[in-house]
């Protein structure tokens, strides 16, 4: 089941460079939450930051806090790995390990945690395949084909199976489908729509049509403050903030 | 409208004519060397190298036949101590140097890094007499496998910097967000996608001291009979190669030649193998 997140004060710095500002933002279990704004906005950072990822960059810097379900994720005692073992992530460009086959792609997560288990392991590459929506395309080459030889959607998909195979409580998606075609970006996005029903999905995208087909809730940034929160419809239809209208209707951005 | 591209012309085509033969001449200038020399290798080695050649020792002076089987032995006992310190010191510094190295201190290892691969051979020898043979009072294969190692890490390390900080940022970025560690990222993903540039810094390195004279004659020393033992001086290729191309006798001289052609083999084969080993698990991107 998906867990819920609350973000208190958060403000995230790269070097003296200061990309989030009081970002105040609670977001809903079991649902997909977008964020988007212009480039630069602050929105990719902004999700970095709820699995830790943000402080891999060695100019880095944050305050405030953040709780994961019942886990607060920037306490002291808290293990950035253990952190991201419990939030999966997908990123803008597809990065499948490349010396890696298929098989060993999606089951990277569980078996360099430690986990051996065969039968275990190939269930798990299954049903994420599955749920990933690729497993009856690659499923007589899982271990005969590199995840690099895969076309970009695919590449995608493998990425989401891959993140799925750890059986995480919420999932992160960076612009997930603004390197694809039509045709994979739906796919992308229909799969969205039903790894709602068991994660708590996070996704920044630039395309606000994007947001408005997959999210329940959106979140707009602008100069790394979250400007507006609300429910898609409202946020699209009838926004509260001049600058999220002069945004959604292309005025700038 | 104005035209952007000029129609080919007879000189347009006489210029690429004249690059491509340049280009070509040029690879066959470079080819020539080696070629030549493995040649004349065959051509005046082979006719002595024979069972006996890897199976025997050397015969005293006057008597015909013998080999260099104690070299041989000799040669890959002391590659091996060289390897097994040079390629885990090598690779973990050039670990160190691109992934987890900041300010001043990589410069400084990096600096040295060039420095040590500059050191002439013999010098580097004599820091192994200083360091092993001294202490110990006795020449050996470990002190011998001490200087070749010492001149493979700086190969090794500088090759495996390269290599690692040409993978990619987003495929240790994949590692992380899935909860994997740093140290199993850097081992087991980053390592393992720059393996290939990896093993070849590292076979570099192992052929190019599989041929060094200068560090071994005084550590190694040489031994005209069977060691194992690498505590105590032992026999290797180039060692002997060395005594018998300096020798007065004609019989001496054909056994160098057929050393040097061994040793060369040997390198070539020990290369392959590594290569036919190590690519097993690892995928590229069209398998």
């Known amino acids: ?253 | 409208m104005p035209s952007f591209t000029r129609p080919l012309g007879p000189a347009r085509r006489l210029k690429n004519i004249g690059f491509v033969v340049a280009s070509v001449l040029a690879s066959v200038l470079v080819l020539a060397p080696l070629v030549s020399i493995f040649g004349y290798l065959v051509y005046k080695g082979v006719g002595s190298v024979n069972l006996a050649f890897v199976t025997h020792l050397p015969k005293p002076v006057g008597e015909e036949g013998g080999g260099m089987a104690n070299a041989i032995v000799g040669s890959l006992m002391i590659l091996g101590l060289g390897s097994l310190i040079g390629v885990p010191l090598g690779i973990g510094a050039g670990i160190y140097l691109a992934e987890f190295g900041r300010g001043r201190f990589v410069t400084l290892v990096r600096f040295t890094a060039d420095v040590l691969n500059g050191v002439p051979s013999i010098v580097v020898g004599i820091a192994a007499y200083a360091l092993v043979v001294l202490p110990q009072h006795h020449f050996s294969a470990l002190s011998a496998g001490v200087a070749l190692g010492i001149m493979m890490i700086p190969t090794i390390a500088r090759t495996t910097e390269e290599m690692l900080l040409m993978v990619p940022n987003t495929i240790r970025e994949a590692a992380l967000g899935l909860g994997i560690s740093q140290w199993r990222t850097t081992l087991q993903v980053t390592l393992r996608t720059a393996s290939k540039g990896v093993i070849t810094g590292a076979m570099l390195a192992f052929a190019r001291v599989a041929g060094e004279t200068a560090p071994l004659l005084f550590t190694a020393f040489g031994n005209q009979f069977w060691n194992l033992d690498p505590n105590q001086p032992t026999s290797a290729l180039p060692l002997q190669i060395f005594s018998y191309a300096i020798s007065p006798f004609d019989e001496w001289h054909r056994q160098a030649w057929a050393g040097a052609l061994v040793l060369i083999i040997l390198i070539v084969v020990a290369v392959s193998a590594v290569r036919v080993v190590t690519s097993r698990g690892t995928m590229t991107h069209n398998a």
Not at chain 1, 43 to 51: A, I, M, P, Q, Y
Request: proline share 4%.
């Open chain 1, 1 to 253: 089941m998906g867990v819920g997140i609350e973000v208190n004060n958060l403000n995230a710095w790269f070097g003296k460079a200061q990309v989030l500002s009081e970002v105040n933002m609670k977001i809903a279990p079991n649902a997909v939450t977008a964020v988007i704004g212009p480039s630069g906005c602050g929105k990719s950072t902004f999700v970095r930051c709820l699995n830790r990822m943000h402080e891999t960059n060695p100019d880095a810097r944050l305050t405030g806090s953040v709780k994961v379900g019942d886990m607060e994720i920037y306490e002291p005692g808290t293990d950035a790995v253990d952190v991201r073992r419990r939030i999966g992530m997908v990123f803008q460009k597809a990065n499948p390990f490349p010396t890696m086959s298929i098989y060993d792609n999606v089951a990277a997560g569980l078996r360099l945690n430690g986990f051996r288990k065969r039968h275990q392991l190939d269930a798990a590459v299954e049903s994420s395949l599955r749920m990933a929506a690729l497993w009856e395309e690659v499923r007589d080459v899982l271990k005969k084909k590199s995840g690099a030889s895969l076309s970009g959607g695919q590449q995608q998909r493998l990425c989401i199976a891959r993140a799925l195979a750890v059986q995480p409580e919420l999932l992160l998606m960076d612009e997930p489908a603004s390197a694809l075609d039509p045709i994979s970006t739906g796919k992308i996005e229909e799969l969205i729509f039903q790894l709602k029903t068991q994660y708590t999905v996070v996704i920044v995208t630039h395309n606000m049509q994007q947001a408005a087909r997959v999210a329940d809730h959106t979140g707009f940034f602008l100069m790394g403050k979250l400007i507006e929160f609300d429910k898609t419809e409202k946020l699209f239809t009838t926004p509260s903030d001049k600058r999220t209208e002069d945004y959604i209707t292309g005025r700038f951005g």
